[in-house]
């Protein structure tokens, strides 16, 4: 290419020159494919290709001019996929353009078919006054046209955010915008994600539905970039904010292996009712988006009851289901992964809810469950164990005195599932119309240890929170069923009938003696310990008038 360049002003430079003059001087150019710049990619948009149309902001950019050259002209013969056989009768219109703008179908948009390679772009703004068919210049770029783009397949957690990339988040990753999904629909003819529209413009996606063929959820992500090329001097930039595609990923939505990543809930061998299942606040209703059962009829929400329902059935011999819970907010969607569980559920390989396809059913490791994390077939927390004593609880219970919650991040009440030596009068159901803040001010306390119905068991609660932005109320699930086995005191204080002086060392203390004797004289109903002793409070002092009326059946002690 050939440049003649003239001087800006006339001087008097040549030899012997007096009268000012402009000068000229000629340059050749050889323009080279390489560039520069950083090349913007497209990818082909058309029939079969499905590369994002590239997006022209409306408003200063009313014109896009590709310059064309010959290794990629405006027009070429239409490409034709190996193997295609067309149907003129069905066929869709012939396309013969390489890159060209649109200004017709939607929103303006730059699209790509047929060729590859390199071409120099314009973008125009409005037309200059009195020059018919020109231009102001914004800026240009060098556009590399490519016809597919290669897929990184990513493995991403149900009820976890869609992201260009695998591990921690890099700097602009929250800048990137994922393009419409190309494939996005599971074979029950839902969609694979959930979206969240931020308030900056840019959709977050979230898998939602199982997805074990990376083919059928793909998305390209897009970054904004500026004109490569502008007249904008200094600092200052040209501010075009045009959207090219920079990845492309394939997306596999799968399940955890680990329990830690779900939350725990108990239940029954045949699930729970509307009186055992977690509950939700009416504002804070979740949706259950996704569950293991092939069905997807396991584990339900009542809206009118609030609260997860399950039933186990013969087509689920392993009793648990895995169900992915949809919170909504302003502040964006929030998943919670549940591992539900029949309590009495011990470490054994997993059966399949569906025989034909068991390893998509039971991804998670065959030994895992809620109550026997190490896989021996042994309950943790039981009397049979030393779990609950390495993790500052208790396996065994002392009448009188109450069962305390396992530890940290547990909540104080509890509820009884099993068993039935405890003081109905100290105890409140967190399950029932009262709730957790009732529940705690209550107690579980035994009150009889008698042969063959000296166990209980009990749920213990951890409290699901979310971040405060989202204003969703928090909700309990039964983390852990623990089973205690009921003794008396190894060493109780003495109570001498003959001396009359009623209990002497140590003394009642005020809190005791604002007490009363227990008696529960019923063997039908909770707490059945009679005062055989015929024991009395008097004068902030204990007595006990018999200790020849105790039965096996009745009380020890």
Sequence with gaps: MTVTWVSAVPDTSSPGESTPSYKFRRETFAVSSASQVEPRVIYWTEKRSDGPLVRIPTGRIERVNPVF??????????????????N???AAPGESRTLWFDTLSGLPALHAYNAEGRVFVEYLGREVSGEAGRHEFLGADIVEIRRSAEAEIIETPLGEELRPREGPKENGDDQMTPALPTLATAVTGKPLYGTFFRPDGITEYYAERENLNPDNMVLYWMAKFDAS???VSGAAIAGLDISWPVAKRSYLHQWPTSPADYEPVNVTQTGADATLGPKFEAISLPSLVFQDDPAELEAEIDGGEQRLLVKFTASSPDRRNRSLLKFSSVAGAQ????????EDTLGSPAVADNSATPAVDESRPAVYTLNDLNGDGVRDWSPATALGAATGGRTTATVGSRIEAPGPGYEIAGHISGGD????????NPLGTAGFAAG???????????????????WWFKKVSFPAATKIEPFYVPAIAARYRVSWPENPQELVIASLKGLEN?????????????????????????????????????????DDLNLATSSAR
Aim: glycine content about 6%; overall charge negative; proline content about 9%.
């Design 506 to 546: 140590p003394a009642l203390t005020s809190v005791q003696t604002s007490g009363s004797i227990y008696r529960q004289p019923d063997p039908a109903l909770p707490g059945y310990n009679p005062n055989e002793e015929h024991a009395l409070l008097l004068d902030g002092n204990l007595f006990a008038l018999r």
């Design 88 to 90: 003129p009768a069905i």
């Design 69 to 86: 050259n010959s290794f990629v002209p405006g027009q070429a013969v239409e490409y034709t996929p190996v193997g295609d056989s067309i």
């Design 421 to 428: 030596c405890y003081s109905a009068a100290a105890y409140v």
């Design 335 to 342: 998943y919670v992964r549940l591992w539900i569980e029949s």
């Design 440 to 458: 705690a001010a209550g107690a579980i306390i035994p009150v009889n240890a008698l042969s063959e119905k000296n166990q209980l068991s009990v």
């Design 229 to 231: 090329l502008h007249i």
